[in-house]
């Protein structure tokens, strides 16, 4: 790696260690599950969480790097299991820059269902443009997973898909908008549990979710930031 691409990779190791802190923190995995990777700007290359490694011993210096295959370039600890769903991800989707896997409770019960989250509330509009979608059944360790998320992302509005019977993929401009995803996910999907529980929630109609959308991702917020809930 030139200059450049070393003081890069060294911010996203920093970055993407710090990322893992708030899966945990808004309860989004168990144990050692889940990840979250990046991309290097300018290069075939990703950062992404080793496998197996405690959240509380997650660091920058164990944040590996890999290429857009899924070999490990550069670190001390083989990469996350998921690294070559990751990789098809970044290959097939140019404008993506970051990619977050959870198995969080809610949100992986609808995927378990292989039922997509339908479009109830203004939150989930803002943010995922309409319902969350299911992708296909694949199994972990090759990048049948990647094909899956591609499949079912491409051309759709929504950040999330919930991987049958496994758990949620979110994509973003970034790890940190990846990450907000992932977070929201697990938000709606808590709540359109409950509307289910209570009875039947009340529609939304098209024309005000294409709204609602386009207001979040065009206006809402302050100029320079990433978007906020809220």
Same mark, same amino acid.
């Given at each position: ?10 911010? =996203? ?28 700007? *300018?290069? #075939? =290359? ?28 550069? *670190? ?114 808590? !709540?359109?549990?409950? !509307? ?11 024309? #005000?979710?294409?709204? =609602? ?18």
């Amino acid at each position: 790696m030139n200059a450049e691409a070393t003081r890069q990779v060294d911010e =996203l190791r920093e970055t993407i260690a710090r990322l893992h802190h708030q899966l945990t923190r808004y309860n989004l995995v168990a144990w050692t599950s889940g990840n979250v990777s990046a991309r290097v700007p *300018g290069s #075939d =290359l990703m950062v992404i969480k080793p496998s197996g490694v405690d959240y509380d011993d997650l660091s920058a210096a164990t944040m590996v790097v890999c290429d857009l295959d899924g070999t490990l370039v550069e *670190g001390d600890f083989a990469p996350s299991s998921d690294t070559a769903a990751h990789a098809y991800v970044y290959r097939a989707m140019p404008e993506v820059g970051g990619v977050v896997h959870t198995h969080s409770a809610y949100a992986t019960a609808w995927a378990a269902r292989g039922e997509a989250i339908p479009c109830h509330l203004t939150a989930q509009a803002d943010e995922f443009g309409g319902e969350i979608p299911v992708g296909p059944f694949a199994l972990i360790g090759g990048d049948d997973i990647g094909k899956g998320i591609v499949a079912t992302l491409s051309g759709h509005r929504s950040p999330a898909v919930l991987m049958r019977n496994h758990g949620v993929f979110t994509i973003g401009r970034d790890a940190r908008a990846a990450v907000k995803a992932a977070v929201m996910c697990e938000d709606v999907a808590r !709540t359109a549990h409950l !509307t289910r529980v209570l009875g039947d929630p009340a529609p939304m109609a098209q024309a #005000d979710i294409d709204a =609602l959308h386009h207001r979040y991702q065009n206006a809402y917020g302050q100029r320079g930031t990433s978007a906020a809930t809220s």
